[in-house]
Structure formats: structure tokens, C-alpha cells
């Protein structure tokens, strides 16, 4: 099972962009997809998660500007993020709680990583 993060780019503040995880393998299910960032010099934060009933919550820094949604058809989540600013600049990583294979269940997966830059 691997998490493969895509989307990121370079872009104007006020920008958008559209980060998207897709999860690869043999999957039965998966609990807790979440987006998490990490800025040059700071500490990897929590961004967004969706559950599985679609209850969502965001960091108060990006709530009404990000959404996360995700299509389980796929097994892939994404993070629309709108009204960007400088200060969004990070690394932005999927994260997965959970992932149900065959017999298997993988806990606390990472996808490696989109670089999403915000010029001002």
C-alpha cells in the first residue's frame, strides 16, 4: 500500500491549487485521510481530515479557504485550496490512519510529499 501525493506547484497569492493523495495497492478500506504541511523550519501540522461519515476539520488558518473532500471509487482524497498566501508555502503530505488491505491493516501511512509555493 502507498500513498502518492500530486498537484502541488508554484502560484500567485489569491491563487488555487488542487493537491491530490491517491492510495495504491490492494485496499479494502481506509480510516482517517488527513493532509498535513510542513514549512521550512517548522513543525509538520495538521491541515485538514475527513472521516469516513465525511465530518471534516481544518487548521483555523485555512478554514473557509480549503476544502478536503475524497472518492472512495479512487481511494483518492484532495485538498482544494483557495485564497492562497505566502505563508501556505510548505510541503503539503497526505496521510492515511488507517489502510484495510487483504489480511492486512497498515496504520499511520505517509504519501511522500507535494511542495506547494505561494508567491507574493
Known amino acids: 500500500v502507498q500513498l502518492q501525493a500530486s498537484g502541488g506547484g508554484l502560484v500567485q497569492a489569491g491563487g488555487s491549487l488542487n493537491v491530490s493523495c491517491a492510495a495504491s495497492?490492494?485496499?479494502?478500506?481506509?480510516?482517517?485521510r488527513d493532509w498535513y504541511r510542513q514549512a521550512p523550519g517548522k513543525q509538520r501540522e495538521l491541515v485538514a481530515f475527513?472521516?469516513?461519515?465525511?465530518?471534516?476539520e481544518y487548521l483555523d488558518s485555512v478554514k473557509g479557504r480549503f476544502t478536503i473532500s475524497r472518492d472512495n471509487a479512487k481511494n483518492t482524497w484532495y485538498l482544494q485550496m483557495n485564497s492562497l498566501k505566502p505563508e501556505d508555502t510548505a510541503v503539503y503530505y497526505c496521510?492515511?490512519?488507517?489502510?484495510?488491505?487483504?489480511?492486512?491493516?497498515?496504520?499511520?501511512?505517509w504519501g511522500q510529499g507535494t511542495q506547494v509555493t505561494v508567491s507574493s
Open positions: 496521510h492515511a490512519d488507517n489502510v484495510y488491505s487483504s489480511g492486512t491493516v497498515y496504520t499511520n501511512v
Open positions: 495497492g490492494v485496499i479494502i478500506s481506509i480510516n482517517g
Open positions: 475527513i472521516t469516513r461519515d465525511d465530518s471534516t
